[in-house]
């Protein structure tokens, strides 16, 4: 037996007793006539003490050879300690060691086991390892197996089978680029893991599976950007016999339940709000609402004023920043800066100060009087000592640009606090989106969505205007999950397959299962999916998902720990039917 | 709102109530004056009834238009039925039906929706959809969530953490094939899918996690033999700081914690048996103990007898079949024929009648008095009204046959009962085995696997005898979990490597980061992994697993419903640096 507790359990009750422990050595402090060591494992940290007049001059000599990281077992005596640390739970006791054994020595790690590491990030990745080892890590993960039992009992609890959908399936051209799995026995053909379990799910309510939902990894094979991985975790869930709002009710139940059970946060009803509005308010689809700001929209007020800049463009828009009327011309140049960022692409920044005593100056106080912008601070809902800045340009492109300079603001702010949970349905998502590249509408969601019915006859007019049954949950400004109701019946699937251009020959060969599935009675469906790394991380008061995951890759796809993906041997080419074109 | 209940859910209690069901049309019975339907859904089966006195007329011509597997909607009143039908929870009553709305049609379904199907496996695998409409593939998958979340709260409560494991890892040519991914961002590399979290789970030993599960998906690319899959699911598992009976002592927990909640079967110690002796005992390691017939090994009272057929062979041995003396003729011959067939591959097989007044009739009694017969019931058990049936030849082969034998005549006989659980640990399990085709010695469970530390010395002289920490869970004649305590320092470690006829470089480039890991402080770790699938079918009283998984793979690894795999774009390919080579 390697131990009678762990490193995390003793206390003043167990003063006294004969225990056994095993773990690494985080801390060796040698005083000569003493030695402690603080031994550590998952559960906790207990201080081991060796002294010159209580244990025998053998077992200092080895003690004095132990060092960082190395794993040991000791048999020792729980005594209480002179000095206590109050912050461990451990803190009240040492352990007066008997007997011990090495069971294993350790290299100097290439950076330190504490929470504050002094290791980067590359490193960190080569050794994950020795990086699991630190608390932030392994609590992260530890916090991620909470919420994932938390999921997985709250949705079969309300009824729902967790189904494992298959990982070797077939490629689909539409959307992301699909990973491809070369077949040895399918001679010249491929598998393809799933990018979501989708049409799978789908076919699960067309057999009356009701209720369904899987924790599963998903795969896309994109040009990664910053904290996106090629796999990733989703909660997948399907339901027959509903509409939108049961959907919506079901999962804000999920998500309320969760922020109670992880966070002991109590959450009310989830404010719902459409597409447009949030685009007309926040100039986003996943607007942040743990704070204010909103747009507030100018032409009215700020057009026709003789101001040239303002006149011609489509929308004339700003927020307010609250008490930032005092901001320096060095700070007002700042912004003015991080706005002509090419990432953000803006011409310019207006600035109005809403000073304390009620009077206005602004960089454009030429072109408008005080009148004109009290009337600016009554649509922003600028109140005295608030600062209105202003963007003008392209509809889209300019509520892009402000609700980039909104979250910019309010994260200097401090008004994106990690532990304030603003959860929120958007709802009415456009079904179809016009895509420059290709001249062609794509689905916004997927090609599965359904039209909202009252939409329908505006598809041949006027196709970008329809509305889809599709929602986005919105959670601190992430979105956590989206869904749709789906289209059930084989006639609409294939007219919408035609709006997305695709040839009869293609909605066959590629969905062509589904369409089958279709005719043989197939259920009113609809589903969602939560991203599970990105809620993890939120939950977890996080923006980054990246150490909620164990093994994370790179962003060139690299797992640089295990140097994966790796060159193969040409007898495995071979076999698999295939040659390399480089 | 689609529905007030489900299908499975009215009784009497709801008399007189109205209520909407939605579902799928089981049946239609049409009297003329009166139509029943039976709607199903995944809860149960409610009757509808429309007749000419209560009925709306156009309700009911609408009514006769719907055929089987029609998706409805119907409001109506709960009433009690004329005929009860008590073998369902539903059938008190009826509900009237005043209002229904057709959801979607169906064309006629390929096979039956019944729990005894006239659907072929191929069909049946084509329309997967519609084959889990059926009860007894329905309650299968919902049979296996129901084990899954048992075992998932098990290991939490016991404070293991589920942690996720890449599934886009490194080729390692060791052992099966591995399913590779080519990588678009890496120029001519692969990924490969893991054949199972095995590296990555010692590694979160090494990084301290303690206590690590996951239920997850592994992959091999295998010739694929019936009831093996190139996708299966593993509840993989292990342990830092354990011995072995540290981990036989859990995991027998958590199988008698399944057994006692799924089966409700209530199960003491698990017994335990070396591999010696289960391959001297049964032939076999993995045998089914659900009943006796153990080997009895004659070569001390068969040979020299003047019988040459025994006298030259390595082994001779026999099992007692319980109240089989009264074989015929004809019986005989067809167990002599069944262990000649090129499965078994058998010379021959010698029988010799218990008879009931005690005497014994054989087809050796030339060679073999009453006497000398009467040793052979000793050696093997049998008694009077039993028949012994014995082999000879090489050890390892004819155990492998008459274990063949023995489990055919104990399913003929009945023996093998699905609601009887008889759990078994092998423990003791060599090593290395001796690979005839490579011409040299393999690792037996895996090259990670420790050696007994008394067994040490052997490793050179006699590398098969040497045995392994390494363990069974066998449950009814299935292997369902096997592990070891691993090798946890680097030198161990690269002996092993050496002795398994890897180069340094081979054992460096594979398992580098592995050895580089073991550098710093592992600690000494073991674990276990189930074969889930096999798990589910086995408390789910069933030999195939083939319907507790949602879509699997046919023989040939082709989904067959959604036609996977397939080829790829030239286009795709392009992108992968790919071309095949057929």
């Not at 490193?123 to 919420?147: A, E, G, Q, S, W």
């Not at 109590?266 to 949030?278: L, Q």
């Not at 049954?469 to 289209?487: C, K, P, Q, T, W």
Request: with cysteine; charged share 30%.
């Amino acid at each position: 037996m390697y131990r009678s507790h762990t490193c995390g359990e003793l206390n003043s009750a167990n003063i006294g007793e004969e225990v056994r422990l095993s773990g690494w050595v985080q801390k060796v402090r040698n005083k000569g006539f003493m030695i402690w060591l603080d031994l550590r494992d998952r559960y906790g940290l207990t201080q081991l003490i060796f002294d010159e007049e209580r244990s025998e001059k053998a077992l200092m000599e080895k003690a004095e050879k132990i060092g960082r990281e190395f794993v040991i077992q000791v048999t020792g005596k729980v005594i209480e300690r002179v000095s206590k640390n109050p912050n461990i739970p451990t803190g009240d006791i040492e352990v007066l060691v008997t007997q011990f054994d090495i069971l294993n020595t350790s290299l100097t790690p290439p950076f330190t086991i504490e929470d504050e590491t002094d290791g980067g990030e590359d490193l960190r990745m080569k050794y994950r390892y020795l990086d699991i080892r630190r608390n932030p890590v392994k609590n992260k993960l530890m916090f991620r197996h909470k919420v994932g039992m938390q999921v997985r009992n709250y949705l079969s609890n309300a009824g729902f089978i967790e189904v494992e959908t298959p990982y070797l399936i077939k490629s689909t051209p539409e959307g992301a680029r699909d990973f491809v799995v070369p077949s040895r026995m399918n001679e010249g053909q491929f598998y393809a893991l799933p990018q979501s379990p989708q049409t799978f799910k789908q076919l699960l309510m067309v057999g009356g599976m009701d209720k369904y939902f899987q924790i599963v990894k998903c795969f896309r094979d994109e040009d990664l950007r910053a904290d996106r991985q090629p796999e990733f975790t989703q909660i997948d869930c399907e339901m027959a016999f509903v509409e939108q709002e049961d959907i919506l009710n079901i999962f804000e139940g999920l998500t309320r339940h969760l922020i109670k059970e992880i966070n002991g946060v109590e959450i009310g009803d989830f404010p719902r709000m459409t597409y447009a509005e949030a685009m007309k308010k926040y100039g986003n689809d996943k607007p942040d609402i743990r704070f204010g700001m909103e747009f507030g929209e100018l032409n009215e007020v700020a057009q026709n004023k003789g101001f040239k800049v303002f006149d011609q463009q489509e929308l004339v828009v700003g927020i307010a920043v609250p008490a930032a009327a005092g901001y320096t011309r060095k700070e007002l140049d700042k912004l003015i800066e991080w706005v002509k960022r090419p990432q953000i692409g803006a011409n310019g920044l207006v600035w109005a100060k809403y000073n304390e005593d009620g009077s206005f100056k602004s960089s454009v106080d030429k072109f408008y009087s005080q009148e004109d912008l009290k009337a600016w601070a009554e649509e922003t809902g600028a109140k005295p000592g608030d600062l209105i800045l202003v963007m003008a340009g392209e509809t889209r492109k300019t509520r892009t640009q402000l609700s980039a300079l909104r979250m910019h603001l309010a994260t200097e702010l401090g008004l994106r606090k990690a532990d304030d949970f603003a959860p929120l349905w958007v709802v009415d998502f456009p079904l179809l989106e016009w895509d420059e590249e290709t001249e062609r509408y794509h689905a916004m969601h997927h090609p599965f969505t359904s039209p909202k019915k009252e939409d329908i006859p505006l598809l041949e007019s006027k196709p970008g205007e329809v509305r889809a049954n599709a929602y986005d949950l919105v959670l601190n400004g992430n979105e956590i999950g989206g869904g749709s109701i789906r289209i059930h019946d084989k006639k609409t699937q294939s007219k919408m397959f035609d709006y997305l251009g695709f040839t009869e020959e293609e909605a066959k060969a590629q969905f062509g299962f589904l369409m089958d599935a279709f005719q043989y009675g197939a259920p009113p469906h609809g589903g969602i999916a939560f991203g599970f790394d990105r809620l993890v991380a939120i939950l977890g008061g996080q923006e980054t998902i990246r150490d909620f995951i164990a093994f994370p890759k790179n962003n060139a796809g690299r797992d640089v720990m295990i140097d994966a993906p790796a060159k193969l041997d040409k007898e495995q080419l071979d076999e698999l039917h295939l040659q390399l074109k480089l």
